[in-house]
């Protein structure tokens, strides 16, 4: 038997390999599936089942590409209603694969569907237990992304408290946890860097299963100090219920390598959004006007997601060298599948061709401190990294509320931007200066503002209005 993590630190998310004699279970792929499917032909085996956990919101299941791909069909918990071919499983139902089983565990509370599975070894030992939303290390699945009108957060909180305790704290203590999440996936509020743990650590450790706990308690500390969900997880939850255009569709469709001439007509032509997914301070010194600088190297399809509300956008690429293809399967993983083509050449064949280029100056703390007043200063981290600490005066202006803020600006005033080191503050200033505001950003972020010790600093709540 083989348990294999195949961890995607982007979206903090985890797929599993499931191996037994020869036959393969995938929970919960990506939307790029043919690694899956390599990895079992190289292994002489056949992929059998597709396991998903839940109609997942923050990401785009690969499921129905590989079930097509494969003729492994794809396996829900019950509840789950899909516009597709798929198994809906009884709880307590039982799948053998190989030499081992797994088992359907019912554990609604996240979302109605919401299922557990449980991996019970050769010898029938409960051995691993892959908890999708319902278990994060440290944590659990937040309750209100499923809401409707005769549900509420706290209906679907109290169905979790009663689906770990009757399904999930029962098991084994040295039951491994396999949850769908870490840290950095919006799915949960204190989720560990650890990606696996046993259930006994658990037990211990995370406050959500707290033996002494009511249920009460339980649901006013799950429901406290949510932030709201991303815009894109409804629709991401949508395409995972009711299908989507094949991975391959999508890669050929936006693999198409534009000259600057053909990028041009096109930019010209549609509506389509240029995306510049350069490192921050490449994309400063040069880059096409108009264009909005979401840096690959950060968490590129969660703020994809955050702040291009259509997924259905239209969009055309600048990347760094060799990087389109990773672009568009990263984009694709949050549901943007409309990538018409990328920059042949990148910026410099641009340039080269005759086409005009802007910037946005990064200035350093100090030049901060000698020409700029702290009320044009915009920290645009989120509320909490604020009130832990900021720049005295300075307002705060979280990146993830930019389109619906940036009313309140003043167009007449310059305003200088900083984040914690530098990616977020040029994602803002990007999308400020693409309409129509003049913006600076500060280079290395909070972390050398705070290094020079010019500035006072204070901790207070934040005020997000302009």
């Not at 792929?29 to 923050?58: C, M, N, W």
């Not at 815009?231 to 255009?245: A, C, D, H, I, L």
Request: hydrophobic share 35%; aromatic share 10%; net charge negative.
């Amino acid at each position: 038997m083989k348990i294999e993590q195949i961890y995607t630190g982007c979206l903090a998310q985890g797929a599993y390999y499931i191996e037994s004699n020869g036959e393969v279970a995938i929970i919960d792929p990506l939307r790029e599936v043919s690694p899956y499917i390599e990895k079992a032909q190289k292994e002489g085996a056949v992929i059998r089942y597709v396991f998903e956990t839940h109609f997942h919101a923050d990401f785009v299941s690969g499921h129905i590409d590989l079930s097509q791909k494969t003729g492994a069909p794809i396996v829900y918990g019950p509840n789950a209603q899909t516009h597709f071919e798929a198994i809906v499983a009884e709880d307590g139902q039982i799948f053998k694969l190989g030499n081992v089983s797994i088992k359907v565990l019912h554990t609604p509370g996240h979302t109605m569907e919401s299922s557990c599975y449980l991996l019970i070894d050769e010898s029938g030992k409960e051995k691993a237990l892959f908890s999708g939303d319902t278990l994060f290390i440290g944590d659990v699945g937040r309750p209100d992304l499923a809401q409707k009108s005769d549900l509420t957060v706290d209906d679907l909180a109290g169905f979790l408290f009663d689906s770990l305790r009757e399904k999930v704290m029962t098991l084994p203590d040295d039951v491994v946890v396999y949850p769908a999440h870490g840290a950095g996936s919006a799915c949960g509020k204190n989720m560990s860097k650890e990606t696996s743990d046993i259930l006994g650590n658990q037990k211990m450790f995370n406050y959500a299963l707290r033996a002494d706990m009511t249920k009460k308690e339980f649901i006013k500390e799950v429901t406290t100090g949510l932030a709201p969900p991303p815009k894109y997880f409804p629709q991401n939850v949508k395409m995972n219920k009711e299908g989507y255009e094949s991975i391959d569709t999508v890669m050929d469709r936006g693999s198409q390598a534009l000259s600057p001439e053909e990028f041009e007509t096109i930019a010209n032509a549609t509506f389509a959004l240029i995306l510049d997914t350069r490192n921050p301070q490449d994309f400063a010194q040069k880059f096409i006007p108009n264009s909005i600088n979401i840096g690959l190297n950060g968490q590129f399809a969660p703020w994809v997601g955050a702040l291009i509300p259509d997924l259905k956008q239209e969009i055309i690429l600048v990347t760094e060298d060799g990087k389109a293809e990773e672009t568009i399967i990263r984009l694709a993983r949050v549901g943007y599948d409309h990538t018409l083509g990328y920059l042949k050449g990148g910026i410099e064949a641009w340039e080269k061709a005759g086409f005009e280029t802007d910037s946005i100056q990064s200035v350093s703390p100090g030049y901060l401190h000698e020409n700029f007043s702290t009320g044009d200063i915009l920290d645009v981290r989120n509320v909490n990294e604020y009130n832990t600490e900021h720049i005295e005066g300075v307002r705060n202006f979280p990146l993830d509320f930019i389109n619906d803020n940036m009313q309140e600006l003043d167009k007449d005033k310059p305003y200088v931007l900083h984040c914690a080191g530098g990616y977020r503050s040029m994602v803002a200033a990007s999308i400020l200066k693409a309409r129509g505001f003049e913006v600076m950003d500060v280079q290395g972020g909070y972390a050398a503002i705070k290094k020079t010790e010019l500035f006072e600093v204070s901790e207070t709540k934040a005020h997000t209005g302009v």
